[in-house]
């Protein structure tokens, strides 16, 4: 797997929280204590004080990924973005770009696991987010992939676009549409009028709205059930996230979403 995340990426999954809170500072106030409590756990030496308001910190963290859910996951009945049950407990959202070499990695290297270990046993909903950052060539990439979902082949096209990094010529609209056509793509005439239509630009501008909305900078982005993960982490970060996620799950009904 990758490396770890960059700092840039860090501190765009802080903000995309940040973002979407009302009492910002306030937030951020609980957010930053709650993460200078994690440094010191297993200290001897932390005041009492802080230990009793930690409940209340962990609360108004947990109303902030509620509200992060609630804005960002759709459950959209036969979304050919998404993979997994409607009604899974868990539901993973990815912002991403097609030129993004970290996230060709996640595609390649970590998606599968997830799929195998939690979407394939109804744990987990992954549901794609189309969010250019890179210019033309990003912008015509995701037009086709969504393109070819309206034709029942969003995730074969996706996974052929990951296959390797691929930048600038390589997604011209001719190689775009080789790949749309080995990938399963029956209808090309119709693949190519829908990758230029107005319904791709506007489902395009509704997933970047939707990201810039939440402080995205930098892709790939994640959020499980509404809690940021910071770029392409190791297979074991999105597992535990997701277990974790699922463990809430049982205690609270997790976010609805809707037919944004």
Same mark, same amino acid.
């Given at each position: 797997m990758p490396v770890s995340a960059s700092p840039t990426r860090k501190l765009a999954a802080v903000g995309a929280v940040i973002a979407l809170v009302v009492a910002v500072i306030a937030i951020a106030v609980a957010v930053g204590s709650s993460v200078e409590g994690d440094r010191d756990t297993g200290r001897t030496d932390?005041?009492?004080?802080? =230990?009793?308001?930690?409940?209340? @910190?962990? *609360?108004?963290? %947990?109303k902030m990924f509620d509200d992060l859910a609630k &804005?960002?996951?759709?459950?959209?009945?036969?979304?050919?973005?998404?993979?997994?049950?409607?009604? =899974?407990?868990?539901?993973?959202? @990815?912002? *991403?770009?097609? %030129?993004?070499?970290?996230?060709?990695?996640?595609? &390649?290297?970590?998606?599968?696991?997830?799929?195998?270990?939690?979407?394939?046993?109804?744990?987990?909903?992954?549901?794609?987010?189309?969010?250019?950052v890179f210019g033309a060539d990003s912008?015509?990439?995701?037009?086709?992939?969504?393109?070819?979902?309206?034709?029942?082949k969003f995730w074969q096209l996706h996974d052929e676009l990951y296959a390797k990094t691929r930048k600038g010529a390589a997604l011209a609209e001719d190689k775009i549409v080789d790949m749309a056509r080995?990938?399963?793509?029956?209808?090309?005439?119709?693949?190519?009028?829908?990758?230029?239509?107005?319904?791709?630009?506007?489902?395009l501008k509704k997933d970047q709205d939707e990201g810039y909305q939440l402080g995205v900078q930098s892709t790939p982005s994640?959020?499980?059930?509404?809690?940021?993960?910071?770029?392409?982490?190791?297979?074991?970060?999105?597992?535990?996230?997701?277990?974790?996620?699922?463990a809430r799950a049982k205690h609270g009904p997790a976010a609805k979403g809707s037919d944004k």
């Open positions: 932390t005041p009492q004080a802080a =230990a009793s308001t930690a409940p209340q @910190e962990d *609360a108004a963290q %947990q &804005r960002t996951i759709r459950r959209a009945d036969g979304d050919p973005l998404a993979v997994g049950k409607k009604d =899974a407990p868990v539901v993973l959202v @990815e912002y *991403a770009d097609y %030129q993004c070499s970290f996230c060709g990695r996640f595609t &390649r290297e970590t998606q599968p696991a997830l799929i195998k270990k939690f979407v394939d046993k109804g744990t987990l909903r992954i549901e794609f987010r189309n969010f250019t912008e015509r990439a995701a037009r086709a992939s969504w393109a070819a979902g309206q034709q029942g080995s990938s399963g793509v029956d209808d090309i005439e119709k693949f190519r009028a829908d990758m230029k239509g107005a319904d791709a630009e506007r489902a994640f959020l499980v059930n509404g809690r940021p993960v910071a770029g392409a982490q190791p297979q074991e970060v999105f597992a535990q996230a997701i277990e974790d996620a699922a």
